[in-house]
């Protein structure tokens, strides 16, 4: 143990990604002279990659609550509709089987696409003078409520936070088990640009290797998340770019004209990993150090922040009235509060990739008869919709814009 003087916090946050910045600025803006530190191994800059992540509506007024919304909405590209296509192996067509329209609010589309080096950037700039920085810094020894970095500094807090990914130390040090599977695919990501407008609309297009979406950015741009069987991946990314673009564009059926990529594709293997408890002794996990679920509907980073708004007005609402933060009780608070919604969203995820990654005849006309039914359905379409934005009216109050 280090003999150093202890730097005093109220709240320790380990992992500097959007999820750790977002609770450490919702938490110094929340409370005047509240002692917010946050800790990374690397140091903080602006993503220098094109990648971009899908905002629901939902934790889009969590940045607009916190007054960074304005900064990312210039780069944001707005998602208006999402049309939902089913092919097998050697199919020409895309039948249309489903598609989503409409606003969760006058003027409010249910998502948004945000470039990550705009999120960031915004981030960075609202925690200016507000959150102590530590970085680039390594953790050499944790023990409750106590951390000891590799250059001898001791951060002392009621309270810590992981927000350290899904390999988190701070989770594995704790001996907090994780439960989840392999799922044998591999997601692959990149940004292209292409011939057509995409007027807003997002494609997800279910192949039976797993579902191919394309996502809006601004301009005739658009990201992509494409699951592939790992074996296929490999081969895709072995390729020379030509012949990437070729297959990507015939994976689009061609929707949105001649594909050039912007940037290299890269793959990452797919697992569902979720932690056997959200908290330890003045422990909190939040984002991916909590839960990783499959990307076939985009939520991952929309999970995350919403562990952040839980998380924040449960330490927010205890300091109020005096108590303990970092205690079991509060903390159990907050666990009980996200242990139903990641656990929906797990079964959500899981059961799609389950249901629409095969290409066996009966299975694809039962499912795309049901997707049939519910493109007829409006009023069952509008609570889907509603659900993905992440809209709540019992939720905690980050996500209806409100200030904690």
Known sequence: ????QPEKFDVVIVGAGPVGMTLAL?????????????????????????????IAAGVRRIFDALGVWSDMAAEAQPITAMRI????????????????????????PFAYMVPNQASSAALMAGMADLVTI?????????????????????????LIV??????SELRERSGIATTGHDYRQTGLVASITHQLPHDGVAYEHFRPAGPFASLPLRGNRSSLVWTESAEGAKRFLA?????????????????LGKVTLEDELRGFPLHLQIARSFVGPRLALVGDAAHVV??????GLNLGLKDVAALAEVIVDALRLGMDHGSGEILERYQAWRRLDTASMVAVTDGMNRLFSNDLPPVRALRDFGLGLVDRAEPLKGAMIRAASGLSQSGPKLLSGLPI
């Open 1 to 4: 143990m280090s003999n150093a």
């Open 26 to 54: 919702a938490l110094a803006q929340s409370m005047r002279g509240l002692r917010v530190a946050l800790v990374d191994r690397r140091e903080l800059s602006v993503p220098k990659d094109n990648r971009a992540s899908a």
């Open 85 to 108: 296509t089913d092919s097998g192996n050697g199919d020409i067509s895309r039948p249309l089987f489903l598609t989503f329209e409409g606003e969760v609010a006058p003027g409010e």
């Open 134 to 158: 530590i970085a680039p810094a390594e953790i050499a020894d944790w023990s409750e409520g106590r951390l000891t970095l590799a250059d001898g500094r001791v951060l002392t807090a009621p």
């Open 162 to 167: 992981a927000a350290d990914s899904a390999r």
């Open 239 to 255: 390729m020379d770019t030509a012949s990437q673009e070729a297959e990507i564009e015939a994976a689009m059926g061609s929707t």
């Open 294 to 299: 499959h990307p076939i509907a985009g939520q």
